[in-house]
C-alpha cells in the first residue's frame, strides 16, 4: 500500500499568492516541516492523477512565481505563433485574436511546444558553469544536498502535469529569467539528460531544482553529468551529501 501524506493536500483555487503566474494544471497546497512527508505528497498527486508527472515548487515560492512569469514572457513560452488555435476556449480570445497569454489547461500543451522548440533552438550551445558555491548565500552544492530540507518552503503547490517524461513537467513551472541564471530551455535540456540517469525533475524553486532519485540511480554518472555545470565541483563532497539522499538539488541562478 502506498503511503500518505500526514499533511493533507488542499486543492488549489486561484493563482497562489495572488501573483500574476497562472498555473495550467491542477494543483494542490502540501503544508509541513516534513522532507519525507513533502515526497509523500508529491507521490500522492501523482496516485490521484494518473499518466501525469508531480511538479512541486521548492525555495521561495513567491520569487518563484515572479521569475517564472518573466521567464515565459522572456522566453516567448505562452506564443500562439505556428499553433493550431482551434480547440482552445472562448476566453483565451478577444477581438477574435489570441490575448498572448496562456491561461487555461488547453494550453498546456502549446507551451510545452514551445519549451521543446526553444529547447531544440538552443541545442548545442555550452551552458555557462555555475559557482559551486552561491554568492549570495555561501552555500555550497554539496551543503544544499546534504540538508534539502532547509532550503524548501513549508508551503508547496504541487502540479500534475500531464506528461510521460518528467523533464517536461518544467512546462508548467519554467524558471529562469535573470542574467546568468540557465534559462527554461538550458534547464529542461539539463533534465533530459540526467532523466536516464535516474534522477526525474520534481520540483522547481527560486533557485534551486530538485530532482527525485529512483531506487536504481547511478550516482557517478550523475556526477559526472554535474560537474561540467559548475566551477570547481567538489564531486567527492557531493557523494557524501547525496548517499542516503531520495533527491539531488541543483542551483540554477548565478
Not at 512541486?56 to 514572457?73: I, K, N, P, R
Not at 498572448?100 to 514551445?114: I, K, M, V
Not at 555555475?130 to 555550497?140: I, V
Not at 552544492?141 to 532547509?150: E, F, H, I, Q, R
Request: net charge negative.
Amino acid at each position: 500500500m502506498t503511503e500518505t501524506p500526514s499533511a493533507p493536500l488542499v486543492p488549489l483555487r486561484e493563482d497562489p499568492l495572488g501573483q500574476r503566474m497562472t498555473l495550467l494544471c491542477p494543483a494542490w497546497v502540501h503544508c509541513g516541516d516534513s522532507f519525507v512527508d513533502f515526497l509523500l505528497a508529491c507521490d500522492a498527486v501523482e496516485t490521484l492523477q494518473p499518466g501525469t508527472r508531480a511538479l512541486a515548487s521548492f525555495d521561495d515560492l513567491g520569487q518563484a512565481l515572479y521569475t517564472s512569469y518573466h521567464a515565459v514572457l522572456s522566453h516567448d513560452l505562452d506564443s500562439p505563433d505556428g499553433h493550431d488555435l482551434s480547440g482552445l476556449p472562448s476566453a483565451a480570445f478577444e477581438d477574435g485574436a489570441h490575448i498572448g497569454q496562456f491561461l487555461h489547461p488547453e494550453e498546456f500543451p502549446l507551451r510545452l511546444a514551445n519549451l521543446r522548440r526553444a529547447r531544440r533552438d538552443a541545442a548545442g550551445r555550452s551552458v555557462g558553469k555555475l559557482a559551486w558555491t552561491c554568492p549570495n548565500t555561501g552555500l555550497s552544492l554539496d551543503a544544499a544536498n546534504a540538508d534539502p530540507a532547509a532550503l524548501r518552503d513549508t508551503a508547496s503547490v504541487i502540479q500534475a502535469v500531464p506528461v510521460k517524461a518528467a523533464a517536461g513537467a518544467l512546462a508548467a513551472f519554467p524558471n529562469g529569467y535573470f542574467s546568468g541564471d540557465w534559462s527554461p530551455p538550458v534547464a529542461h535540456g539539463v533534465a533530459q539528460m540526467l532523466e536516464p540517469m535516474g534522477a526525474a525533475l520534481q520540483g522547481v524553486g527560486a533557485s534551486y531544482l530538485m530532482f527525485r532519485l529512483s531506487g536504481t540511480h547511478d550516482t557517478e554518472a550523475l556526477l559526472r553529468a554535474v560537474a561540467p555545470l559548475y566551477a570547481d565541483p567538489d564531486l567527492p563532497a557531493l557523494r557524501r551529501a547525496l548517499a542516503g539522499q531520495d533527491t539531488l538539488l541543483l542551483r540554477y541562478t548565478d
